[in-house]
């Protein structure tokens, strides 16, 4: 109970932070996506239904802030999640090198899952044309800030833990 | 079953968020999604909390630009710069509250020229992704605003509102893939649809090679799509080029209004709309 409120509180901050203070980054038209690195921080660290459910709710968050379509970032970090639990079966994360490797890798399924859908569901012509720069320019963004983002989480998440044992 | 469900658990549910997001994507293509309560519950936390972040970034912002002024100062010695700085914030709250009276008073007079009653919004949040390019008002369906009304300031062109809650309204803006503005060439009265692109910024779209239209041409809303009053400024062509194959001309368009620098809108509803209130 206490991680998912960790969470939710994160997951409203991150919103908060992409839909407003991110935008004075001074890295052209791309805002950096925090959201996924959560994403992939849950997929990574909490392979369980709460997992699942929680990077579905914070796609669809998105998608009720600011996106054309509801669903369509519900739909890329569930891929997101899903991907990140499968491949976490055959990796072993220690090193922020690797961890930013792992956020790039995911951050390539997003775009690309939102590239596919906005094609299907939302018939902007000549969509993808663009889509291959902003894929790469959003990864290698997200790939960056992934050590500091998941740092943060687990200092937070061992702080819960530690509050807990003690109260216990 | 029991044990292949309980060992599966988290693929299946996955799975299952991945089926409902397609759900739901089909029901918001095909319009069947109004104002359900996780949209008004998230909306309810997140506006006051965007409001503050909002107004922060804006000062930010505003500082930013004052600390250019500043940087010349830098020769000066220490105490007179702890001055300036001191007097610079102080002038920076002057400007400010000047720059928004200013702002009000032109859309005031604005007001006056809008063919239905407007409402006057503040941006409050931009778009959380790079993808797509909207932004979140202040204002939502308890103010007046519906789905579809237009978003338009004195220089122009917003967007349109694409969803509402009780107290906020997305709007998606003019430089969004998947916004379409009907325009006409002030000059020759040409007709096109201006869209946002991933590749080229803001484009003019099926406009014939035959038609004439040249660089610096202003471009106007035609008013015919019912959203947006006629006459009303959304860009300006910076470069046309005839490509070798193809029935249309390839326009390159500067919009009217840099929506990143804006901060207050009028939501107004549109001809077509007007008339049936």
Same mark, same amino acid.
């Given at each position: ?168 | ?18 089926? +409902? ?20 519950? +998230? ?92 932004? +979140? ?10 789905? !579809? ?6 220089? !122009? ?22 916004? !379409? ?53 959304? !860009? ?17 368009? +500067? ?23």
């Amino acid at each position: 109970m206490r991680l998912f409120l960790l969470f939710f509180l994160v997951g409203i901050f991150l919103l908060l932070l992409q839909t407003t203070l991110l935008h004075l980054l001074p890295i052209g038209p791309v805002v950096p996506d925090l959201i996924l690195v959560l994403c992939v921080y849950l997929g990574l660290y909490h392979p369980s239904v709460g997992g699942a459910l929680g990077s579905f709710l914070l796609g669809y968050s998105i998608d009720i802030v600011s996106s054309p379509i509801l669903g369509l970032n519900a739909f890329a970090m569930s891929l997101v999640f899903l991907s990140v639990y499968f491949s976490s079966r055959a990796i072993w994360i220690q090193n922020p090198i690797v961890t930013s490797l792992v956020v790039l890798l995911a951050a390539l399924v997003k775009g690309t899952a939102v590239v596919l859908i906005s094609a299907v569901f939302l018939s902007v012509e000549g969509f993808w044309i663009g889509a291959a720069r902003y894929i790469i320019m959003e990864a290698l963004v997200a790939a960056v800030l992934a050590p500091l983002v998941f740092a943060l989480l687990r200092r937070g998440q061992n702080y819960i833990e530690k509050f807990h044992a003690v109260a216990q | 079953m029991f044990a292949f469900l309980h060992r599966n658990q988290v693929p299946l549910s996955s799975f299952c968020c991945l089926l +409902l997001s397609i759900y739901i994507l089909a029901a918001a293509a095909r319009g069947q999604i109004k104002n359900e309560p996780l949209s008004t519950f +998230l909306m309810w936390i997140m506006r006051p909390l965007q409001i503050a972040s909002q107004g922060t970034a804006n000062w930010i912002k505003g500082f930013q630009e004052n600390y250019d002024t500043l940087a010349g100062f830098k020769s000066e010695n220490e105490r007179l710069r702890k001055r300036v700085q001191t007097l610079e914030v102080e002038r920076q709250k002057l400007l400010e509250a000047e720059a928004t009276n200013r702002r009000l008073n032109q859309l005031l007079d604005f007001r006056r020229h809008l063919p239905a009653t407007p409402v006057l919004a503040s941006i409050i949040a931009n778009s959380a992704n790079s993808w797509f390019q909207s932004c +979140l008002l202040d204002k939502g369906s308890a103010d007046g605003i519906r789905k !579809g009304m237009a978003a338009v300031t004195p220089l !122009g062109v917003v967007g349109q509102v694409v969803s509402v809650t009780a107290r906020t309204a997305k709007v998606l803006l003019l430089t969004d893939p998947n916004s !379409g503005i009907d325009v006409l060439v002030q000059r020759t009265r040409s007709r096109g649809i201006v869209s946002g692109s991933l590749e080229n910024g803001t484009v003019l779209k099926y406009v014939k090679r035959s038609e004439d239209v040249q660089e610096g041409d202003r471009l106007i809303t035609s008013g015919l799509d019912g959203v947006f009053p006629k006459g009303m400024m959304v !860009g300006t062509v910076i470069k046309v080029s005839k490509q070798h194959l193809g029935l249309f001309q390839f326009i390159e368009v +500067l919009p009217a209004v840099q929506s990143a620098r804006v901060e207050e809108v009028m939501v107004v509803a549109g001809e077509g709309d007007a008339s049936k209130n």
